[in-house]
Structure formats: structure tokens, C-alpha cells
């Protein structure tokens, strides 16, 4: 059975970054569906929640979908002079934190910043409320201008990284972007021909009866010569 990872990407508009006139919101969305076609074409099941959806709502349909992860995507804010990746979890030890390790070995080395760790926080909502054991990305800090920079232009990277995590975690192997097996192109409809063979026989006299008996029902047919 595949696993699944219900993933809830920020929807606060109102975060600005302090480059590219864009939003926590936006640059969220990006890197959440990225991380959700990598996982998919690794096999792993994907429910993206919906903008504008409440946090309990979001609990509630990871539970009810029976997620294996709950990761929320994020970007940070500080005073604009920090930088770097921070992940939280509901405890330390604990499978959640299992999970933040495997994506924090993966994402941390591409984030600019040197101020990253795995903090428990069961004061955050969405790590303290799911079923599922929480992955809480905070990918890098928004609101220095060379780190809302490289967020905008590596939103495909993030998530990727991610994604790549969360399948070392979940024993999924992970599958390299254009690296997905080719998919089998279905014949275009009157394009197939289905054949019907009446009949096998040694003797030739034999299948030439057969094949009168054929032709006066109204139907064609033609002998085959072949080996047994």
C-alpha cells in the first residue's frame, strides 16, 4: 500500500517578502506543488490542501484521509538579519521527528543561511493537533531581500528537497524529476483490430469445412498454415 502525505502549504497573503513583490502565500503554493509531483512520481499518494481552508479543517481532512506525514510548507520571518531552514515536530524523540531529520538532511544544505535546527513545538497547531506524525517546514527567511530571492527562484529545488526527505523517511524510492518511467500510449481508438480464431486443425480437409461452414453463416475467413 502507498503511503500518503497530506500537505499544507501557508496561506497568508499578508506575509510580504522583502523582494520580488510577492507573498508567503504564493512562493508556498509553488514549492507545495512541486514537492507534490515529485511525491507522486515516486509513488507516493499526495492530498494538497485548499487555499483559504482553516487549520482545523486541514487537520480534519488529513486525519480522515489517514496520512501517513502532515507537512505544512512555510517561509520565515525574523527581524531581517536571520537566515536559514527550520523544521518543528511534536516532540524530540518521536517518528515526527524522524521525519523532520530525514527532510532537514536534505533541504538545510540548499537554504543560504546558517541558523537552522529541529525544534519541538507543540504549541503550533498543525503540529500539536493531526494524527499523522507533523513535518513543519520553515524553508529559509522571507523577509531578508537575499533570502525571499532565493525562495522565488528555487521554489522547484525546495520542494524536491522535500519531497526527497519525506520518501527516505517513508521507504518510498524516491525518483529523480525526468527520470519517471515512460508511460505506455494507449492505441487510438480504430487503430486495434481484435481477431478470432475458430478452430485448430491437422487435417486440411478438415479446416476447410470449417471454413465453409463460416462463410455460409455470413461471416469471412481465410486458413492459416502454421506449426503445433
Same mark, same amino acid.
Given at each position: 500500500?502507498?503511503k500518503k502525505v497530506y500537505i499544507s502549504p501557508s496561506d497568508q497573503v499578508s506575509n510580504a517578502y522583502a523582494w &520580488?513583490?510577492?507573498?508567503?502565500? %504564493?512562493?508556498?503554493?509553488?514549492?507545495?506543488?512541486?514537492?507534490? %509531483?515529485?511525491?507522486?512520481? *515516486?509513488?507516493?499518494?499526495?492530498?494538497?490542501?485548499?487555499?483559504?481552508?482553516?487549520? %482545523?479543517?486541514?487537520?480534519?481532512? *488529513?486525519?480522515?484521509?489517514?496520512?501517513?506525514?502532515?507537512?505544512?510548507?512555510?517561509?520565515?520571518?525574523?527581524? $531581517?538579519?536571520?537566515? $536559514?531552514?527550520? !523544521?518543528?515536530?511534536?516532540?524530540?524523540?518521536?517518528?515526527?521527528?524522524? /521525519?523532520?531529520?530525514?527532510v532537514f538532511a536534505e533541504l538545510a544544505p540548499l537554504s543560504l543561511g546558517t541558523s537552522e535546527n529541529i525544534q519541538?513545538? *507543540?504549541?503550533?497547531?498543525?503540529?500539536? +493537533? =493531526?494524527?499523522? #506524525? *507533523?513535518?513543519?517546514?520553515?524553508?529559509?527567511?522571507?523577509?531578508?531581500?537575499?533570502? %525571499?530571492?532565493?525562495?522565488v527562484e528555487h521554489t522547484t529545488d525546495i520542494g524536491e528537497a522535500i519531497a526527497k526527505g519525506l520518501c527516505e523517511?517513508? &521507504?518510498?524510492?524516491?525518483? =529523480? /524529476?525526468?527520470?519517471?518511467?515512460?508511460?505506455?500510449?494507449? #492505441?487510438?481508438?480504430?487503430?486495434? !483490430?481484435?481477431?478470432?480464431?475458430?478452430?485448430?486443425?491437422? +487435417?486440411?480437409?478438415?479446416?476447410?469445412?470449417? !471454413?465453409?461452414? !463460416?462463410?455460409?453463416?455470413?461471416?469471412?475467413?481465410?486458413?492459416?498454415?502454421?506449426?503445433?
Amino acid at each position: 500500500m502507498s503511503k500518503k502525505v497530506y500537505i499544507s502549504p501557508s496561506d497568508q497573503v499578508s506575509n510580504a517578502y522583502a523582494w &520580488g513583490n510577492t507573498n508567503e502565500h %504564493a512562493q508556498c503554493q509553488k514549492i507545495a506543488e512541486a514537492e507534490a %509531483a515529485a511525491l507522486r512520481r *515516486s509513488g507516493v499518494e499526495v492530498k494538497l490542501a485548499a487555499f483559504g481552508t482553516t487549520m %482545523a479543517q486541514r487537520c480534519a481532512e *488529513s486525519d480522515a484521509w489517514g496520512a501517513d506525514i502532515h507537512n505544512c510548507v512555510h517561509t520565515n520571518a525574523c527581524n $531581517g538579519k536571520v537566515m $536559514g531552514t527550520r !523544521l518543528f515536530c511534536y516532540a524530540i524523540p518521536g517518528k515526527g521527528y524522524n /521525519a523532520c531529520k530525514a527532510v532537514f538532511a536534505e533541504l538545510a544544505p540548499l537554504s543560504l543561511g546558517t541558523s537552522e535546527n529541529i525544534q519541538a513545538n *507543540s504549541r503550533l497547531y498543525e503540529v500539536r +493537533v =493531526p494524527d499523522a #506524525p *507533523s513535518v513543519y517546514c520553515e524553508c529559509e527567511f522571507h523577509d531578508t531581500a537575499e533570502g %525571499a530571492k532565493w525562495i522565488v527562484e528555487h521554489t522547484t529545488d525546495i520542494g524536491e528537497a522535500i519531497a526527497k526527505g519525506l520518501c527516505e523517511y517513508l &521507504g518510498a524510492a524516491y525518483v =529523480p /524529476a525526468g527520470q519517471e518511467a515512460p508511460k505506455t500510449a494507449e #492505441p487510438a481508438q480504430g487503430d486495434t !483490430l481484435y481477431r478470432v480464431q475458430v478452430g485448430a486443425f491437422a +487435417v486440411r480437409a478438415n479446416a476447410e469445412k470449417m !471454413l465453409d461452414r !463460416l462463410k455460409k453463416a455470413g461471416f469471412t475467413g481465410f486458413i492459416v498454415k502454421g506449426k503445433k
